[in-house]
């Protein structure tokens, strides 16, 4: 069964910067469009961004030219780089993959942005 494992969230000052990684394991990753939400206490989640099969990407608007989503097909893992961060960046970052059939999501990372 594949299963999705996030990392590499963290407390880091505002302007800092964190790279979160989303392993996959009990499948390939290359068929999957993989996905980063976020979800703060109260709220619905938030899409942040995603990458198709192709490598191609995309980014809400609150993140774009802030944040950079990237894969790894031959480590299984997918990669959210963030950059600039905000106090409003904080909130449990979500990894999510799909095809057509599957629909897996991972536990989620903590990310903090505070002085």
């Known amino acids: 069964q594949a299963q999705l494992v996030e990392s590499g969230g963290g407390l880091v000052q505002p302007g800092g910067s964190l790279r979160l990684s989303c392993a996959l394991s009990?499948?390939?990753?290359?068929?999957?469009?993989i996905y980063w939400y976020r979800q703060v206490p109260g709220k619905q989640r938030e899409w942040v961004a995603s990458i198709l099969t192709s490598g191609s990407a995309n980014y809400a608007d609150s993140v774009k030219d802030r944040f950079t989503i990237s894969r790894d097909n031959g480590e299984n893992t997918v990669y959210l780089q963030m950059y600039s961060l905000k106090p409003e960046d904080s909130a449990v970052y979500y990894c999510n993959a799909r095809t057509f059939i599957e629909n897996i999501w991972g536990q989620g990372t903590q990310v903090t942005v505070s002085s």
């Open positions: 009990g499948s390939t990753l290359n068929i999957y469009t």
